[in-house]
């Protein structure tokens, strides 16, 4: 499966609108729990 190109401000309302759930879905967005939590931590908690 060829990967998918997400901009930075894709990845900054996912950051945000998942932080919001309790229970993240994040087959929603087609990404994997490790790339979530890899983003969070290199664009930071809040998105900014």
Known sequence: MARKKIEESEIFRILKEAEQVSNQNFTKYGI?????????NKYGRNGA
């Open 32 to 40: 994997t729990e490790q790339t979530f939590y890899r983003w969070r």
